[in-house]
């Protein structure tokens, strides 16, 4: 029988890491709640350490930088572009002149 995977909202994992770290007893709080102790012991470390989130400077120099790169790609694609349009204006005048005679 496999184990289906339970959702705990924030409120819940909150109190529950509170309780762990007043008792400093994580494995007796999580065998109250019927959880795993390792789950807790991990809640409670993200606890203690957030990760750090981005800032919203971070944030426009990832997007800014993002941008230049697909601008400067676009450029090239533009060029590329140009180019096969004018090997293929060039080649299908040469076939014309080459039909005609």
Excluded at 12 to 36: C, H, P, S, W
Excluded at 39 to 56: A, I, S, Y
Excluded at 65 to 82: D, F, H, I, V
């Amino acid at each position: 029988m496999s184990k289906t995977r339970r959702k705990y909202s924030k409120e819940f994992k909150e109190k529950v890491i509170k309780e762990a770290m007043e008792t400093g007893n994580a494995a007796l709080v999580a065998r109250q709640y019927d959880l795993n102790k390792n789950m807790l012991n991990r809640w409670v470390r993200e606890f203690k350490n957030p990760k750090k989130q981005p800032t919203v400077n971070q944030e426009y120099k990832d997007h800014t930088a993002a941008m230049r790169m697909l601008e400067s790609e676009n450029e090239t694609l533009k060029k590329l572009l140009g180019d096969k349009d004018l090997k293929i204006a060039i080649l299908e005048d040469l076939l014309k002149k080459t039909t005609h005679r």
